[in-house]
Structure formats: structure tokens, C-alpha cells
């Protein structure tokens, strides 16, 4: 159901600090990227926007972005009362937790992905030509020791997230 915008915007009644206002964004993504990110405080998804626009390269018409030093807040903190609800944080990080219900190994049963398959995964064309690259690198996929990515025959790295994704579509095998 559409949602109007305008409706959003008395959702909370925080006051901020000078130089910080709390904005309504919509965010297309994953199923559990959506997850992980309501999972998360308005704090914490702004210092993740912060580190992001600082990691990116600054355009010659813009100024410099000042760097924040290591587990340094972006974001002052929210003073007085919010009525925002929050979901609870996770008591493990996902990736970890992936990782622990696989087998060490994956068998590749195809190296392409059907038509019906990428209508239920909805990547860009971009990813599934790599994706399938990396499927025809060999017929087995091995954890790495780290237990968050996976690598193929030849050497190829393969994302836990996109492993979960070709499991649920049987198009690998454990």
C-alpha cells in the first residue's frame, strides 16, 4: 500500500541537535538487507550513511569531508523524548550465523540461472552475468576460513548473501 510522504513526517518528535535533522527515505533492497536494516537505531543508520559518503571519492566542487577516527560517532547524541520504536538488536552477527549452517562444501548444479529464478531474485543483468561467471569456474564451492565468503575452483569469491540466494533457488546444493 502506498504511503504518502507527508504522513511520515510527524512519525517522531526528537529534538536534534544544530547541524542534524531526521529525515524519511524509502530503501530499496534484499529482503534481508531490510531486515538488517530495521534492525538497526536511527544512530546507527546514521553513522553507516556517514562512513559511506566519506569512503566515497569527494567531487572536485565539493569540500573535503572531514574523516572520524575509529569507532567515533558521527552523529550527536538524540536528547529528549522519542516516540520512534526500535527493533531488537541480533545478539550474534548474521554473517557468523550463516556461515555456521553450511556445509563446508556446495555442489554447483547449474551454471546458468533460469528465467523464473531471476524474476524472484530481481539482480541487475550485471550481477547475474558475474554470478554465472563464477558458477562456471567449477562445480564445487568452498567456505573460507572466515566463513563469510566462498570460493570456486579457479579462485572466484562468492558473497555468503548471494550463496543463500542460490540455495533457496536450488542452484546450489549442500
Not at 562512513?51 to 547524541?77: I, N
Not at 555456521?100 to 554447483?108: A, G, H, M, N
Not at 550485471?126 to 563464477?134: D, H, I, P
Request: without cysteine; proline residues 5%; charged residues 25%.
Amino acid at each position: 500500500m502506498p504511503v504518502n510522504p507527508r504522513s511520515l513526517q510527524n512519525l517522531v518528535n526528537v529534538k536534534l541537535e544544530s547541524g542534524v535533522t531526521s529525515e524519511v527515505h524509502r530503501v530499496r533492497a534484499a529482503g534481508d538487507v531490510q531486515d538488517w536494516f530495521k534492525a538497526m537505531t536511527a544512530e546507527e543508520r546514521g553513522e553507516l550513511l556517514a562512513r559511506v559518503m566519506t569512503s566515497l571519492t569527494t567531487h572536485p566542487h565539493q569540500a573535503a569531508v572531514p574523516a572520524f577516527a575509529e569507532g567515533e560517532s558521527t552523529t550527536p547524541p538524540v536528547r529528549g523524548i522519542t516516540t520512534a520504536r526500535t527493533a531488537p538488536k541480533k545478539k550474534e552477527p548474521t554473517q557468523s550465523k550463516q556461515a555456521d549452517s553450511k556445509p563446508e562444501q556446495l555442489r554447483v548444479l547449474t551454471a546458468t540461472i533460469e528465467r523464473s529464478v531471476r524474476g524472484k531474485l530481481r539482480w541487475d543483468k550485471e550481477r547475474y552475468t558475474q554470478v554465472e561467471e563464477l558458477l562456471a569456474e567449477g562445480s564445487v564451492l568452498t567456505r573460507q576460513t572466515d566463513g563469510a565468503d566462498w570460493v570456486t575452483e579457479k579462485g572466484g569469491v562468492a558473497s555468503w548473501r548471494t550463496v543463500d540466494a542460490l540455495l533457496k533457488f536450488s542452484v546450489l546444493v549442500g
